[in-house]
C-alpha cells in the first residue's frame, strides 16, 4: 500500500484499495485518456508511472483511449466547453496516444481498449445508461456550479461526459481508477454507475497534477507550457531548462520519484533532471547531446552546428549591390522590418556572434555570404548566395 499510494492525493474510499490489495488477485486498474491532441506529455507520464508500479506488482493496467469521449469533451478543469476535434484528428491522434503511452507502460501487462467498442450503444442501452442519474447530480461539480454562476453556458454533451467514462469502468470491470485531481467528480461518478449495473464501486486513486514549465498552469499543448514525451532531445532540454526554481520538487518527486537534491545550485539541479528525462525519453547519447547544443546557444553563445541556410538573392536591392538587413529579417523570421529595426537598435540581432549596428543597416551581398545570422538566443540562419 505504501508503495502504490506514494505521491498520490487521495485513495478514495478509505480502507477500499486495501480491500482490494487484500484479496490476493490481480486487480484491473483503469486509466482514460482522450486523444484531443497529438501527443501525450510529462504531465500524463505522473498518472502513467503509478500504473507501472501497479503492473510492477502484479495487476493488469487497461488503458482505455477515449475515441468516442474525445468527440463530447471532458468538462474538467474548464470554465467554457471544450473545442471539439474532429473524427479525423481523434483517429490519428488515437493511433499514436498507444505508442507513447508504452514508454512508460509495459505492453505485456497492458489491454488497450477504445471506448467507441461500447459506447456506440443501442438507443436503449443509452436511454438506460441516462435513467441512472439526475440533472441535478451531474450539475453539482465545481466546474459547472462556476460556469452557472458566471452565466457561461454548459453544452448537454458535457453533462453526458461523466456517465459515459462511468460506463467505461462497467465496460471493462474496473477495479481501481487514476487520474489527476481534476478527474475526481468523473471518478467517483464511475463508481455511482457502476453499482447501478450490478459492479462493486471501484476504488479510486487521484494523482497530482503538474505544473507546466511556466510554474504557473498545468501542463498542457494548448496553453504551449508542456513538454512532449517524443519531443526531439535537444528542445526537450531546452524546455526542462525554463522550469521555474519553486517548480523543481514537483518535478522531481512527480517525474523522478525522488527529492530534488538538497544543497545543489538550481541551475545544476535543473541540467540534472533535464538530462535524466530526455535519457529515459530518448538515450544517454541523445542527454549528452542536447546538453552541449544547450551549452552551445545560451552558455557559449555559438551557433548550434545544424543552422537551416537562407538564400540572399530575393533581398538584394535593386542596384544589386546591397542587402537592407531589416527587410532580410523580415523575410527569413517572419516578422515586420519595423520591429527587426528595433531588435537592431536593442542590439538583439548578431552576425557571427557580433551585434549589428544600428547605423550599418545595408550591406553588400559578399560581406554576408557564409555568415551566421542570429535574432535572439533561438533564431539562426546562414547566409547563403554572394552576387
Keep these: 500500500?505504501?508503495?502504490?499510494?506514494?505521491?498520490?492525493?487521495?485513495?478514495?474510499?478509505?480502507?477500499?484499495?486495501?480491500?482490494?490489495?487484500e484479496s490476493g488477485r490481480p486487480l484491473r486498474v483503469k486509466l482514460g485518456i482522450d486523444p484531443t491532441t497529438a501527443d501525450i506529455h510529462l504531465g500524463h507520464t505522473v498518472v502513467l508511472e503509478k500504473l507501472r508500479e501497479?503492473?510492477?506488482?502484479?495487476?493488469?493496467?487497461?488503458?482505455?483511449?477515449?475515441?468516442?469521449?474525445?468527440?463530447?469533451?471532458?468538462?474538467?478543469?474548464?470554465?467554457?466547453?471544450?473545442?471539439?476535434?474532429?473524427?479525423?484528428?481523434?483517429?490519428?491522434?488515437?493511433?499514436?496516444?498507444?505508442?507513447?503511452?508504452?514508454?512508460?507502460?509495459?505492453?505485456?501487462?497492458?489491454?488497450?481498449?477504445f471506448n467507441s467498442e461500447w459506447l456506440r450503444m443501442e438507443p436503449e442501452a443509452l436511454l438506460g445508461l441516462l435513467a441512472q442519474t439526475t440533472v441535478a447530480r451531474l450539475i453539482e461539480r465545481d466546474d459547472f456550479q462556476k460556469r452557472l454562476a458566471a452565466g457561461a453556458p454548459i453544452a448537454a454533451l458535457e453533462l453526458l461526459y461523466p456517465l459515459l467514462q462511468g460506463y467505461d469502468s462497467v465496460a471493462v470491470e474496473a477495479d481501481v481508477e487514476l487520474g489527476g485531481t481534476d478527474q475526481k467528480f468523473n471518478l467517483l461518478f464511475?463508481?455511482?454507475?457502476?453499482?447501478?449495473?450490478?459492479?462493486?464501486?471501484?476504488?479510486?486513486?487521484?494523482?497530482?497534477?503538474?505544473?507546466g514549465i511556466d510554474g504557473v498552469q498545468k501542463m498542457s499543448k494548448s496553453l504551449d507550457n508542456y513538454v512532449g514525451v517524443t519531443d526531439p532531445p535537444e528542445e526537450m532540454f531546452g524546455r526542462l531548462m525554463r522550469i521555474p526554481d519553486?517548480?523543481?520538487?514537483?518535478?522531481?518527486?512527480?517525474?523522478?520519484?525522488?527529492?530534488?537534491?538538497?544543497?545543489?545550485?538550481?541551475?545544476?539541479?535543473?541540467?540534472?533532471?533535464?538530462?535524466?528525462?530526455?535519457?529515459?525519453?530518448?538515450?544517454?547519447?541523445?542527454?549528452?547531446?542536447?546538453?552541449?547544443?544547450?551549452?552551445?546557444?545560451?552558455?557559449?553563445?555559438?551557433?548550434?552546428?545544424?543552422?537551416?541556410?537562407?538564400?540572399?538573392?530575393?533581398?538584394?536591392?535593386?542596384?544589386?549591390?546591397?542587402?537592407?538587413?531589416?527587410r532580410l529579417m523580415a523575410?527569413?523570421?517572419?516578422?515586420?522590418?519595423?520591429?527587426?529595426?528595433?531588435?537592431?537598435?536593442?542590439?538583439?540581432?548578431?552576425?557571427?556572434?557580433?551585434?549589428?549596428?544600428a547605423g550599418r543597416l545595408d550591406m553588400a551581398p559578399a560581406d554576408l555570404d557564409g555568415r551566421v545570422l542570429q535574432v535572439g538566443k533561438r533564431r539562426f540562419r546562414r547566409l547563403r548566395g554572394a552576387v
Design 1 to 21: 500500500m505504501t508503495d502504490l499510494t506514494r505521491n498520490a492525493v487521495e485513495a478514495l474510499p478509505a480502507g477500499a484499495l486495501e480491500e482490494r490489495l
Design 54 to 113: 501497479f503492473q510492477a506488482a502484479g495487476h493488469t493496467v487497461v488503458l482505455i483511449v477515449g475515441d468516442f469521449t474525445a468527440r463530447v469533451g471532458d468538462p474538467s478543469g474548464r470554465s467554457t466547453q471544450r473545442p471539439l476535434p474532429s473524427p479525423e484528428e481523434v483517429a490519428a491522434n488515437a493511433a499514436t496516444y498507444q505508442e507513447q503511452a508504452f514508454k512508460v507502460l509495459d505492453r505485456e501487462r497492458t489491454e488497450v481498449r
Design 190 to 211: 464511475g463508481r455511482d454507475v457502476q453499482a447501478a449495473y450490478g459492479q462493486k464501486p471501484q476504488s479510486i486513486l487521484t494523482m497530482p497534477i503538474l505544473v
Design 246 to 326: 519553486e517548480a523543481m520538487p514537483a518535478y522531481y518527486r512527480l517525474l523522478l520519484g525522488e527529492e530534488a537534491p538538497a544543497g545543489k545550485p538550481p541551475s545544476e539541479a535543473k541540467r540534472e533532471l533535464a538530462r535524466r528525462i530526455v535519457a529515459r525519453f530518448h538515450d544517454a547519447k541523445g542527454a549528452e547531446g542536447a546538453e552541449e547544443r544547450f551549452n552551445r546557444l545560451f552558455v557559449q553563445r555559438e551557433a548550434p552546428d545544424d543552422v537551416e541556410e537562407a538564400e540572399l538573392a530575393p533581398f538584394v536591392g535593386d542596384n544589386g549591390e546591397l542587402v537592407h538587413i531589416p
Design 331 to 357: 523575410g527569413v523570421f517572419e516578422m515586420s522590418s519595423s520591429e527587426a529595426r528595433r531588435l537592431i537598435e536593442q542590439g538583439g540581432v548578431k552576425l557571427d556572434g557580433k551585434p549589428i549596428s
